[in-house]
């Protein structure tokens, strides 16, 4: 049973960058497809990038151009390169996994109803 744990949050003035990383331990992230959300204090959990098991990726609107996500099965780990960052992007992020079959390696999932294991989150907070 893979456990993913992340890292990397903090807080950081608007414009600012950070780089958060999800380590997956139990297994083996190479046979899983990621994902990354963030939960802002009121607000729904919402998709921000995904990456299949081929390595296509997905990002949301909202992040596009600024937030780039990239894997290293190598190091069973994913991560989440931030730039630009804005107030708006203060939230929790979490890191999500699923295991797939070969056969359907290259979808991303942006749901989160489709992941089923997550990692505890970890705070990025944006100043003004």
């Known amino acids: 049973q893979v456990q993913l744990v992340e890292s990397g949050g903090g807080l950081v003035q608007t414009g600012g960058s950070l780089r958060l990383s999800c380590a997956a331990s139990?297994?083996?992230?190479?046979?899983?497809?990621m994902g990354w959300f963030r939960q802002a204090s009121g607000m729904q959990r919402e998709f921000v990038a995904g990456?299949?098991?081929?390595?296509?990726?997905n990002e949301a609107v909202s992040v596009k151009g600024r937030f780039t996500m990239s894997r290293d099965n190598a190091r069973n780990t994913v991560y989440l390169q931030m730039n630009s960052l804005i107030p708006e992007d203060t939230a929790v992020y979490y890191c999500?996994?699923?295991?797939?079959?070969?056969?359907?390696?290259?979808?991303?999932?942006?749901?989160?109803?489709?992941?089923?294991?997550w990692g505890q989150g970890t705070q990025v907070t944006v100043s003004s």
């Open positions: 999500a996994a699923k295991d797939v079959a070969l056969w359907d390696r290259h979808r991303v999932r942006i749901s989160a109803q489709e992941y089923d294991r």
């Open positions: 139990g297994g083996t992230s190479s046979w899983y497809v």
């Open positions: 990456i299949s098991l081929s390595g296509n990726i």
